[in-house]
């Protein structure tokens, strides 16, 4: 098996969380992983990215335009800036809640996000949208965003990983206070990206 | 052996933790800091981890380490070794005895630098020998060969990484702590003749590390990590391609869809394995050369051919083939490949190129002060104090360098560490009408600050220093530093004052003021501003990382005019619009209180809990 998967958002969503645990879930598995993404001044609000490379025959952590399985999207700009590195026929998973930058703000814009979900979704066959932002807010945390998008992704099959393989590894990557909760995040996940 | 993922700057830590280091001791600089906070958190008990104050202290306390037989990593960034420049040019000369391995990471794009010098420039400049790894394996093998050939011919070494390496992860294979080697130190033994620096010791040095090097680059041609592959390629039988570190992995991965052609593998760009070299380009009509930040690997292939008369061409960022700036990618390097082997690219991906000139203008998202950032409020206090004055605000390396962006716009120099000192004197002795001030961390004050403030009460110097002490190495990480009472050996010490130092160099207004009382602050600035000579003010609270808030304020709407003074003056991520009015990212807000307390109409407040 190979895959190549980019995740990205805006520094501080949680993306390198997100990239550990499919790292780990791949590990468990025996797959070799590779991953390169964004440390130091750019994770103060800035763009930021992972990509993994899942399979034997891989010496580069970095993946080419063009070539990426799944983009795992936390932002629907940051989705889009990343969508020439998705291969024909690949798969997009983002959440809907935008995060405006200072920039915007300071523009008087009015950035919300949906004209990139709008793109993203004329542009790509394979899209799940999952409203993070509603997700949250029911399940009570603004903190799994990750793990909805996670969920969303395994369930999708593009991740070439099972439920079971990220079930296995929240246990043993992440504080028990939290696993319930997560496991919470990954059953949304799954009925709303039916 | 087992498997670990784990991170470059880890795996090299790893490594050096198995070839028996015995002492660690770096400055944090993005992308190497992960290598000492991983000695510091695997370490057996005996080995000895320090943050220095900066590189070249570090540089020596490791000289004095390697003088008594122990294994020494030396860590920092590209720009750190600038720092370290003094003592390891002459540490050149009078060698070491335990193996010292000089970490320093560079930074192609730059992606988190001011230059995108070479080390392995410095490498040759200095005459000591370079390993730079490709992967992060690589690193971890290479880490220990780098020890046993310091040790063998009695020098330092670089361990020169780049950040894909760095801060590329990657499941890979490593020793069980019943393989580490155990490095008992002999001790340091009096040697006039050896340890004491004169010029008729380095001229007697000076001929052996000619010799030594000669025998290196020999030696290096069959070092199992210069590679020489597909020599007998049948779809390029007369076109190669050169390449090193990180670069490798672009190259190898390339070849994958373009087919085999023959290439060079540099490991180590110095001594230059020339004997190897001289087989590569053997044969060959031309040569694309594949690196990052200077053409090293290029120009020691030109100066071979010549030397050998080989009819060889030799393309790369001096032929300007290959980019000469940047970072280089799986993408550019296709591109230079196709081009070079004559092929034709693979196919696309899912966007076409009339896809990508649809896409909708994307968010702009440089990096910017946290919310709740106590800078911001230091910063803004001075910019409000000193309004319709003329000034010049000195700023300095750090999480404050991003006081640049607007609407805060306080940054109006920065060069490198320490610099805004000078700066602001330099500004202050040729203009003396205008207001200088010089914004320092509290990690840079004690890196690299205080003979600034020295030479400016020394040379009558007019100007303001503000130190911006959030009681951290922010930027980096959040390391220790002298003023946090913490070691990396994980001892409480005596915290070293900024004040006392200031009030001990001699400055008589030296107030410490908590920025977030905005008030005070702006009346501080004033009044420091008004005295003549050398002032400091700094501003005290801790950063929003360390000491986390639960606080988070609201805006009321009922009083809120949407003047968005609060939006246009400080610039918070954590201030946004949302359907035409101004409200408060519950996620980001720290409850900070420097919005509410500029509202001209206090519709900002609350400190409701989530």
Request: with cysteine; charged share 25%.
């Amino acid at each position: 098996m190979s895959k190549n998967i980019v995740l990205c958002g805006v520094g501080g969503q949680g993306t390198i969380l997100a990239s550990k645990l499919i790292s780990g879930a791949a590990m468990n598995r025996g797959i070799p992983v590779k991953s390169a993404e964004t440390i130091g001044m750019a994770q103060r609000g800035g763009s930021v990215f992972s990509h993994l490379r899942l399979g034997d025959d891989v010496d580069c952590p970095m993946i080419a335009s063009g070539s990426a399985d799944i983009i795992i999207g936390f932002e629907p700009g940051e989705t889009v800036r990343m969508l020439p590195y998705l291969r024909k026929g690949g798969q997009v998973i983002v959440s809907s809640r935008p995060v405006m930058p200072v920039t915007a703000a300071l523009a008087g814009s009015n950035y919300n996000g949906s004209e990139m979900l709008d793109y993203i979704r004329k542009k790509v066959d394979k899209v799940i949208v999952i409203d993070t932002e509603k997700a949250c807010r029911e399940l009570g945390s603004a903190k799994i965003v990750n793990l909805l998008l996670l969920g969303a992704a395994v369930n999708s099959g593009a991740l070439g990983l099972d439920e079971e393989d990220i079930r296995k590894v929240i246990l043993t990557r992440i504080p028990k206070k939290f696993h319930d909760l997560n496991f919470k995040a990954l059953e949304y996940a799954k009925k709303s990206s039916l | 052996m087992h498997q670990e993922f784990l991170m470059g700057n880890e795996a090299i830590a790893m490594g050096a933790i198995a070839a028996g280091v015995n002492l660690v001791a770096g400055y944090p600089g993005t992308p190497s800091t992960e290598v000492l906070e991983t000695v510091a958190k695997r370490r057996p008990q005996d080995t000895y981890v320090e943050w220095s104050i900066n590189e070249k202290t570090a540089m020596e306390v490791g000289a004095g380490a390697a003088y008594t037989g122990a294994r020494v990593m030396v860590t920092m960034k590209q720009v750190g070794l600038n720092v370290a420049t003094d003592p390891l040019m002459s540490l050149e000369y009078i060698g070491v005895k335990g193996g010292m391995v000089v970490l320093v990471a560079d930074d192609p794009g730059p992606i988190s630098s001011q230059t995108e010098q070479d080390t392995r420039h410095f490498s040759r400049f200095s005459k000591l020998p370079c390993f730079d790894p490709s992967t992060v394996q690589e690193a971890y093998e290479m880490v220990q060969d780098a020890f046993e050939y310091s040790e063998k011919y009695r020098t330092p070494v670089f361990l020169r990484s780049t950040t894909r390496v760095s801060h590329g992860y990657a499941s890979i294979d490593v020793k069980d702590e019943e393989d580490y080697k155990k490095n008992t130190p002999e001790g340091f033994i009096k040697d006039t003749k050896r340890w004491v620096i004169f010029p008729k010791l380095s001229y007697q040095a000076h001929i052996n590390i000619e010799a030594r090097n000669v025998e290196l680059a020999k030696e290096f041609s069959s070092y199992d990590k210069n590679l020489l592959l597909n020599m007998e390629s049948k779809a390029f039988p007369k076109k190669g391609i050169a390449t090193g570190g990180f670069n490798y992995t672009y190259v190898s991965e390339t070849l994958k869809t373009l087919g085999d052609a023959r290439f060079l593998k540099v490991s180590t760009p110095h001594p230059f394995p020339e004997e190897l070299a001289v087989k590569f380009l053997t044969g060959l009509d031309e040569v694309i050369c594949i690196e990052e930040l200077d053409p090293v690997i290029e120009r020691e292939l030109i100066y071979i051919a010549g030397k050998y008369q080989l009819p060889v061409k030799i393309y790369g960022k001096l032929t300007l083939d290959v980019k000469n700036s940047g970072e280089n990618s799986l993408d550019s390097v296709m591109g230079n490949l196709t081009k070079f082997l004559g092929v034709n690219p693979p196919e696309t991906g899912a966007l076409s190129e009339d896809d990508k000139a649809e896409m909708p203008e994307l968010p702009v998202r440089p990096p910017v002060l946290c919310a709740g950032c106590p800078h911001r409020a230091s910063f803004y206090a001075v910019k409000q104090a000193m309004k319709g004055k003329k000034t010049l605000f000195a700023g300095d390396i750090g999480c404050y360098t991003m006081g640049n962006a607007m609407p805060l716009d306080m940054v109006d120099t920065c060069l490198c560490m320490g610099a805004g000192l000078g700066i602001a004197q330099g500004v202050d002795h040729i203009e003396p009408d205008t207001s200088c001030f010089a914004f320092v961390g509290d990690s840079t004050f004690f890196a690299a600050a205080i003979p600034g403030v020295i030479n400016a009460v020394y040379n009558q110097a007019d100007m303001t220093l503000v130190v911006l002490d959030n009681s951290t190495t922010a930027m980096t990480g959040h390391q220790p530093h002298p003023g946090t009472g913490q070691t990396m050996m994980g001892d409480v010490v005596n915290k070293v004052s900024i004040e006392k130092i200031l009030k001990g160099i001699g400055l008589e207004f030296v107030e410490t003021v908590d920025p977030l009382d905005y008030k005070k602050s702006v009346e501080t600035v004033k009044s420091a501003a008004a005295l003549p000579g050398v002032k400091a003010i700094i501003f005290k609270s801790p950063c929003i990382a360390i000491v986390k808030s639960d606080k988070c304020l609201a805006v009321d709407n009922d009083k809120c005019i949407n003047c968005r003074k609060c939006i246009r003056e400080i610039g918070c991520p954590a201030l946004i619009i949302r359907d035409d009015k101004v409200v408060i990212d519950d996620s980001l807000c720290t409850g900070c209180g420097l919005c509410s307390q500029i509202c001209p109409v206090g519709a900002i407040g609350g400190d409701h809990h989530e």
